[in-house]
């Protein structure tokens, strides 16, 4: 059982895949007066572009499509990247584009993962791909994960391949209170991180509360040391957010601070926040300091005691990513129970399964399987395409691209997973997954199985071809 403490060296997450577009842009050090009205260009811009896809149909098929909706025989139609129509046997499919035959099989939305850490530790786990934490200071806002993920981390075509996983979230780890932005990824191959940034996601913050930042700072003799430690240097440092915030906003000349940005980005709404939290006492803590200071909390992740203030977590409209069963591996994830997801999703609360981890991604769908059997055994009915929402529409949600994904509609991106059979069954695989209309994966065709340049000649790693 892992700790999920991604401050240790040894943690080891995921993996991705070679070959994009344009680099990014060089960055500049200096950090001159600026006023407000002089926007810069965003730095590190996404470069993503669609691979090329053809227009396909896939027929005979049972639909999932991500928003709780079952269609049976269905049909999902879709052309120039996106998804252009789905519906029942009688929708209609233009003459001449590809059309697959679904008979027996599933289609759902593409997987998100909104908790993980591939690139930033990538496979192998070794000191040297250690990049999640920068646990020198219990604060540190100004670092961005993305400027550690490592687009050849064989996770990422392992996550494709075996989990039918088409975005994801990369986050700092959890030894720092403020451990710096998180950056929303395709799970595309790529040269750059750049090449894989989702097109417009918002950017999100990674905070962590509980045992972990007490622990790794309470050891080296500074604050914080305990949970009241915590909160306090949590408090003053967003009261200096907010100080640089009025700055900013004055009219003024004023310093660029790059840590200062991301918590002022929060105070502005356009950075959401997303939090490990354990302890159900202490989610509740965040919340009214997320009141005090005007800033929203997005998810609190791992959450393992969100069962105790469900409808708490509903009226706050906060989603809860979770996993099916973890629990023991520390204090504060003793008293997780298996019911957590089935509570919180009878309770009206958001739900979303995640993995923190670079095997458990590729099986999310066998992990919310788990959760919806313990729901039923408490007397939960949870229905098969409610479940398949918690890994595609609330994810998406959560992360401030619900617009563009998470579900089967016509006009979002043609994000999509061909499931050799129902999703929530031990046995399912992914048999094919489309990425912006573009196939990514053939479980039928060898020449479309994703191997990273690191996996290559490496006996019993990945694919030999």
């Known amino acids: 059982m892992k700790s999920n403490l991604r401050w240790s060296i040894l943690a080891a997450p995921l993996a991705l895949m070679a070959c994009s577009n344009a680099e990014g842009p060089k960055t500049v050090s200096a950090t001159p007066a600026v006023k407000p009205a002089e926007k810069a260009p965003a730095p590190f811009p996404s470069t993503y572009k669609a691979y090329p896809g053809v227009a396909t149909a896939i ?4 639909i999932y499509d991500g928003e709780g909706g079952k269609i049976n025989n269905g049909v999902v139609f879709m052309s120039g990247g996106k998804i252009s129509s789905v519906g029942g046997a009688d929708t209609n499919i233009p003459a001449g584009v590809n059309v697959v035959d679904g008979t027996g099989k599933f289609v759902t939305p593409g997987i998100i993962d909104i908790h993980s850490h591939l690139g930033d530790y990538p496979t192998p786990s070794v000191e040297a791909h250690s990049d ?46 403020m451990g710096g932005r998180s950056v929303v990824l395709k799970n595309v191959y790529a040269r750059t991180v750049q090449g894989m940034k989702f097109p417009d996601a918002p950017y999100g913050m990674k905070m962590a509360c509980g045992e972990n930042p007490k622990r790794v700072y309470g050891s080296k003799g500074r604050m914080p040391s305990t949970r009241m430690g915590n909160i306090a240097v949590n408090r003053q440092t967003w009261i200096k957010a907010q100080e640089y915030k009025k700055k900013r906003d004055s009219g003024k000349e004023y310093t660029r601070d790059i840590g200062m940005e991301t918590l002022a980005g929060v105070l502005d709404g356009d950075i959401s926040i997303q939090n490990h939290c354990y302890r159900a006492d202490e989610m509740a803590i965040v919340l009214d300091m997320a009141k005090e200071f005007g800033y929203k909390v997005s998810t609190f992740h791992h959450a393992v005691e969100s069962y105790k203030i469900a409808d708490l977590l509903r009226d706050n409209d906060v989603c809860s990513a979770v996993w099916a069963d973890w629990w023991g591996f520390k204090m504060e994830a003793y008293d997780a129970i298996p019911e957590n997801a089935a509570i919180l999703h009878n309770t009206g609360a958001c739900v979303v399964i995640h993995s923190d981890d670079e095997n458990q991604i590729q099986r999310l769908n066998q992990e919310a399987a788990k959760a919806q059997a313990d729901g039923r055994r408490m007397g939960f009915n949870i229905s098969d395409a409610d479940v398949i ?53 053939d479980a039928s065709n060898p020449k479309i199985r994703p191997v990273s340049d690191f996996e290559l000649g490496q006996p019993g790693e990945g694919d030999v071809k």
Not at 59 to 62: A, G, L, P, W
Not at 132 to 153: F, L, R
Not at 410 to 433: E, H, T
Request: proline share 8%.
């Open 59 to 62: 027929r005979n098929v049972t």
């Open 132 to 177: 999640g934490n920068e646990a020198t200071s219990p604060t540190t806002p100004e670092v961005w994960a993305e400027h550690s993920v490592w687009p050849q981390d064989p996770g990422f075509s392992r996550a494709l391949a075996n989990g039918g996983v088409t975005a994801l979230q990369v986050l700092p780890g959890s030894a720092n209170l």
């Open 389 to 441: 929402k918690w890994l595609t529409y609330n994810p998406a949600k959560a992360l401030g691209i619900a617009d563009k994904t998470g579900s089967l509609k016509a006009g979002k991106m043609a994000d999509l997973v061909l499931w050799n059979g129902n999703p929530l069954s031990v046995y399912a695989r992914p048999d094919k997954v489309w990425i912006d209309g573009a196939l990514m994966f």
